[in-house]
């Protein structure tokens, strides 16, 4: 299943990705947020540390901070990134389910998935506030939100008594996988359910097109809080690791 999941995630970025020798690299034009630019090693190519020297070479040209995200066991790529310099900033558990568990119905509480730049702009606004990158969206984050549709990812949006509260999405389907992702609360809307709603509505869908969801999550409560009672397990862990300025 990991190995599945490695693969989807690599064909996830395929589209707007770069090669650089053994990876496969997302830049985003619009943004420096390390989580918005990313390698992904290829399967079974260990890279060697010129490899690694080209590749923090393109980050750098372009004004950003090496970093990449794969899943673990990778001893091959661990050791040529630990002499290279690169940390581990953090290890996500990744997450799947077999079969949803669905929560109690809230009072006030839809849920829908949006295509409108309106409701795309809103989505925005939830995310990058919940996610600590500002109150405000433009129309970069609208057109990065359009980008997941056009591939054939679903966008939700939440709201409560009308009003835009959480949103979340999964990404386009990928060796029978979908991964739910960017599940966001408003802080004023929180301890209300919501996030359990969101994660449980998109898991829904992701089985209703005939994939397996999967998701990779903080290392905190969330797993046993929030994706547990839902029929998520972990299985193993995803590696964000990064090369620090000097």
Known sequence: MLTRIQSALRDAIRADAERVGPFLVRFDAHS???????????????????????????????????????????????????????????????MVVDELTTPPPRAGLTLEAVTSDEDLLAVSVVQNTAFGVGGTA?????????????????????????????????????????????????????????????????????????CTPFLETEPDDKVTRLYGPLGYRTIGESASITLKSA
Do not use: K
């Open 32 to 94: 420096d947020n390390p989580f918005m630019n990313y390698a992904v090693p290829d399967d079974g190519a260990p890279p060697t540390p010129a490899d690694v020297d080209a590749l923090v070479t393109a980050f750098r040209a372009r004004s950003r901070t090496p970093r990449l995200e794969y899943l673990r066991p990778s001893p091959p790529v661990d050791a040529v990134l630990a002499a290279a310099g690169f940390t581990v900033d953090q290890l996500l558990p990744v």
């Open 138 to 210: 433009g129309d970069e984050d609208v057109a990065r939100q359009r980008s997941l549709l056009r591939d054939n990812g679903v966008i939700v949006l939440a709201r409560w008594d009308g009003e835009p509260a959480g949103a979340g999405a999964y990404t386009a389907p990928g060796h029978g996988l979908s991964q739910v992702a960017g599940i966001a609360v408003l802080p004023s809307f929180r301890q209300r359910g919501i996030a359990s709603a969101v994660c449980a509505d998109l898991t829904a869908r992701v089985f209703d097109s005939g």
